[in-house]
Structures are given as structure tokens and as C-alpha cells.
Nanobody, 122 residues
């Protein structure tokens, strides 16, 4: 399952961005969806996740500033990022797992999007 992420860009500290991630696949069921990020020279880290029932989880560093949401009808996950800081600068990756229809029937999958760059200037 291919995931397409978008919405990254250059923003000043204190600004906002909204990331989106979706798939063109239609015969699938999304379970968990989420966002991770990788800053230069650092390992990829969890930013936020959301379950199919809407339960959310956030890294301590983004609590109160970022909000994750999803549109189940469109198999899309969003990340609203407010009060951005220079330390939020990273490539943001979306992730999703679930099941998809293949010739073998319903098949589990875990997929990553291609990443979208967020740069926050001070």
C-alpha cells in the first residue's frame, strides 16, 4: 500500500503547518495511523499515532502543540502542527497498518510514506 504525504514546508518559529497522508487504495481497512520524524543526524522518532477508534498518543515534545486526526472514509491522516519550534525541523513520515484486498484475500500490511520536509526557522 503506497502512502502519499504532503504539507511540509518552511515556516517561521511560532507558525503552523498541516500535514496530510493518504492512499489511493480503496479496498483496505486502516488500523493504526501515525507520524514519525527524523532530524538530521538523529534516529527516527514517534510523533503521534491514532487508532481506528480515534485514540491518540503524542510524544511529550509535541503535546499541546500538535493534533493528529483522521478521515476514515478517505483513509487519510492529518497532523496539525502549531507553535512550531526550530527543533521540530525534520523529515516527517506517515505510517499506517491494516489489511488490504489482494489475490490472496485480506492481507495485513504496514506502510510508510515517502516523507515530507518541515523546516522551522528561528
Amino acid at each position: 500500500v503506497q502512502l502519499q504525504a504532503s504539507g511540509g514546508g518552511l515556516v517561521q518559529a511560532g507558525g503552523s503547518l498541516r500535514l496530510s497522508c493518504s492512499t489511493s487504495e480503496r479496498l483496505l481497512r486502516m488500523n493504526n495511523m501515525g507520524w514519525y520524524r527524523q532530524a538530521p543526524g538523529k534516529e527516527r522518532e514517534l510523533v503521534s499515532t491514532i487508532t481506528s477508534s480515534g485514540s491518540t498518543n503524542y510524544a511529550d515534545s509535541v503535546k499541546g502543540r500538535f493534533t493528529i486526526s483522521r478521515d476514515n472514509a478517505k483513509n487519510t491522516v492529518f497532523l496539525q502542527m502549531n507553535s512550531l519550534k526550530p527543533e521540530d525541523t525534520a523529515v516527517y513520515f506517515c505510517n499506517a497498518d491494516g489489511t488490504v484486498v489482494t489475490r490472496k484475500g485480506w492481507t495485513p500490511f504496514t506502510s510508510w510514506g515517502q516523507g515530507t520536509l518541515v523546516t522551522v526557522s528561528s
